[in-house]
């Protein structure tokens, strides 16, 4: 199931805005950009009510009435999710037969679903006009969501009370509780592993779909092939689940840099939530080989740039989409190179006196940043256009040096000038190796 669309009224910083991408492309790679402030992290967690329900909802926004922007009487969240995989197709249809043709709420499965949250700033609550929406956390339609914090801890009480207490709606707990970890992942491999043990203990060698899986899950791992080289599952005990680096390294989950788990986390996390929602799926015996998994989900990524090298974060969005092929991520993101690795859509929030909108970037704006270089993409409105490559200190360098060059020209440059000069050409090489040229 993937979110087709998302409209916001008066939710935190945001006044009005919708967000409609392609509909033929709504798997792929999803870009969200705005300036600090304008109101990035609102927007993704809007989409989450989707998938979370607004009782779990409440219990991570303890007063829900602070999102509502100031001096309004309530806000709105309407969404519209969309069923464009046959693989989700199938699922709706099972649980359409659930239903008695003449009950009404069998049409909720022969449409896009589509619901509104209204949030009220006079009295706690969220009302939901329930419209055609499923119950999509009891559904278990794939969706998961990922915070700024992506990292694995040792131990988590507030992630295991969230996973232990509503499963479902903990898949997003990093995004709507930043404070937590990614630490069920971890206990999924562990219980594959001994699921795995208990299946080649009973004459299977395989070790059964859990065996399938924790190989598909190797496979993937090691499709993460970032500028460290090549990442392996190493072993997968009781009390630890290590990996082996690219410089051949046994290393703890919870002791791999930052942006190591950074990744590594949301492909594990994703892999879990697919299988829970397709655990006999014929994709998983085709992924066994290959380590691509193409099964539907929608995933949420808050700063999906954050701990990411400038290199990491051009490979990032190709490397998931070759994983996940199936996989709607929407991402938001402060970086120009995470939006050219062929985005499906470009959507920027933008800030103003009466209060955040957006739009869709398109045409010549949407082409200069994805397919022109950082220093063009950072010109565009969609980032702000900061000005030129350099910092204000560089550019009053360059400004000397050809003020320098002039006199040069004139015949007026002395001898401290001419020494200035030769300095200002070792700091900005460049312009020294373009003016050797020229004289």
């Given amino acids: 199931m993937y979110l087709a669309q998302l409209g916001i009224k ?40 989707a998938w979370v329900g607004f009782e779990p909802f409440l219990r991570w926004i303890p007063d829900i009435r602070a999102l509502v922007k100031d001096g309004e009487p309530d806000a709105s969240i309407s969404l519209r999710l969309s069923a464009r995989h046959p693989a989700t197709s199938a699922q709706l249809r099972s649980l359409a037969d659930n239903y008695e043709p003449s009950n009404p709420n069998r049409q909720w499965f022969d449409a896009d679903p589509t619901t509104t949250y209204t949030i009220r700033a006079a009295s706690p609550g969220i009302a939901q006009d329930a419209g055609t929406f499923v119950d999509l956390h009891r559904a278990r339609f794939a969706a998961a969501g990922f915070g700024t914090g992506r990292r694995f801890l040792f ?60 190989w598909t ?14 990442l392996s599952i190493a072993e997968v005990t009781p009390k630890a689940v290590m990996f082996r680096d690219g410089f051949g390294a046994r290393v703890a989950a919870q002791s791999l840099s930052d942006g190591l788990q950074a990744v590594l986390g949301i492909v594990l996390e994703v892999a879990r939530v697919l299988a829970q929602s397709f655990p006999d799926h014929v994709a998983w015996a085709e992924a066994h080989e290959t380590g691509v998994l193409d099964l539907p989900a929608c995933v949420i990524i808050d700063e999906v740039d954050v701990h990411l090298h400038a290199l990491w974060q051009r490979q990032i969005g190709e490397l998931l989409q070759t994983i996940f092929p199936g996989v709607q991520f929407i991402v938001s993101s402060h970086s120009p190179l995470v939006c050219q690795c062929n985005p499906r859509s470009i959507f920027r929030l933008d800030r103003a006196e009466q209060g955040a909108g957006g739009r869709m970037i398109e045409g010549e704006e949407y082409y200069r940043i994805v397919n022109g270089d950082v220093a063009e993409a950072l010109a565009t409105p969609a980032f702000s256009q900061v000005a030129g490559g350099r910092s204000a200190a560089a550019q009053a360098l360059v400004s000397e040096l050809a003020a320098l060059n002039v006199r040069a020209l004139r015949g007026k440059l002395d001898a401290e000038d001419a020494k200035r000069r030769d300095e200002l050409r070792l700091l900005l090489p460049e312009f020294a190796h373009t003016l050797e040229a020229a004289e």
């Avoid at 008066?10 to 009005?16: E, F, H, Q, W």
């Avoid at 971890?186 to 070790?207: Q, T, V, Y």
């Avoid at 899950?217 to 090549?230: C, I």
Wanted: aromatic content about 6%; some cysteine; charged content about 20%.
């Fill in 217 to 230: 899950v190797s496979k993937m791992v090691r499709r993460l092939s970032l500028r460290e080289g090549a």
């Fill in 10 to 49: 008066n939710l935190g910083p945001i006044s009005a805005l919708e967000w409609a991408p392609p509909p033929k492309d709504l798997a792929g790679w999803h870009v969200v950009l705005g300036n600090n402030g304008s109101g990035k992290s609102s927007l993704l967690r809007a989409m989450a009510l």
């Fill in 155 to 214: 131990d988590d009480a507030r992630a295991r009370a969230a996973y232990a207490n509503q499963p479902a709606a903990a898949r997003f707990v990093t995004l709507l509780d930043p404070g937590t970890s990614l630490i069920e992942c971890l206990e999924w491999l562990r219980a594959l592993r001994f699921s795995l043990l208990d299946a080649e203990k009973g004459g299977d060698p395989s070790g059964g779909p859990a065996g399938r899986q924790l």
